[in-house]
């Protein structure tokens, strides 16, 4: 497609509940990455894969996140036992190997 | 670790005034630069960025930023806003040229009539 593309746009959930958010990075682009942004702050990286390997996981809140990129392309985030705090946008953002990141439009997540 | 510091919250000014958006991060060997734009209801994007070579970058709508390395700044300048520059501004800044990218919390320009 033209852009990063993140599905569901808005997603509710009720605490405890498991969700999946799923990004379509640009064609080509090796790179992806999957940032969170809360009201009011900037977006705070959670995770970076280089093809299907995870290159670097440091910004996972703890071990109810996780995400995968089995085929290099397509990258699910998964959270397991939502808790409210996980509220907010979900970003994805990919780029090729001139490092520029675009972003997709974001999943809002609501726990409720 | 990498932080950045945008000082300004939110910073209204008059349509065709000047404007400085304020950003300044932590000191580290080598760093990669960025202003991100998020206009309203649409997602983040790249306005500018720094990664060498001359220390003033322009962007095709009339912003430029100035890396200042014995600053730790990279302010954000257009020296005529329009009211279409409303939107919320983003700096940024990375390790590496595909690292991860450490945000500011934002500066929500607003240009009024």
């Known amino acids: 497609g033209a852009g990063v593309s993140q599905t569901p746009s808005n997603k509710v959930t009720e605490k405890g509940k498991y969700v999946e958010l799923r990004c379509d990075p640009i064609?080509?682009?090796?790179?992806l990455y999957w940032y969170r942004q809360s009201l009011g702050q900037g977006p705070e990286f959670l995770i970076y894969f280089q093809g299907t390997g995870a290159a670097d996981d440091s910004g996972l809140p703890n071990d109810r996140f996780f995400a995968v990129r089995p085929e290099g392309s397509v990258s699910t985030l998964k959270i397991q036992r939502t808790e409210r705090g996980d509220s907010a946008v979900y970003l994805c953002?990919?780029?090729?190997?001139?490092?520029?990141?675009?972003f997709g439009p974001g999943t809002r997540l609501t726990v409720l | 670790a990498q932080s950045v510091t945008q000082l300004d919250s939110q910073v209204p000014v008059f349509e065709e005034a000047p404007v400085e958006l304020r950003c300044n991060y932590s000191?580290?060997?080598?760093?990669?630069l960025f202003w991100y734009v998020q206009y309203p209801n649409q997602g983040l994007q790249l306005l500018l960025k720094y990664l060498s070579g001359s220390t003033l970058v322009e962007s095709i709508n009339g912003f430029e930023a100035e890396f200042n390395k014995s600053q730790t700044s990279f302010h954000l300048r257009k020296p005529s806003v329009h009211i279409s520059d409303t939107a919320e501004y983003f700096c940024a800044v990375s390790d590496g040229s595909q690292g991860n990218l450490i945000f500011g919390k934002g500066t929500k320009l607003s240009v009024k009539p």
């Open positions: 000191s580290s060997v080598s760093v990669y």
């Open positions: 953002a990919s780029s090729s190997i001139d490092g520029k990141q675009f």
């Open positions: 064609s080509g682009h090796t790179a």
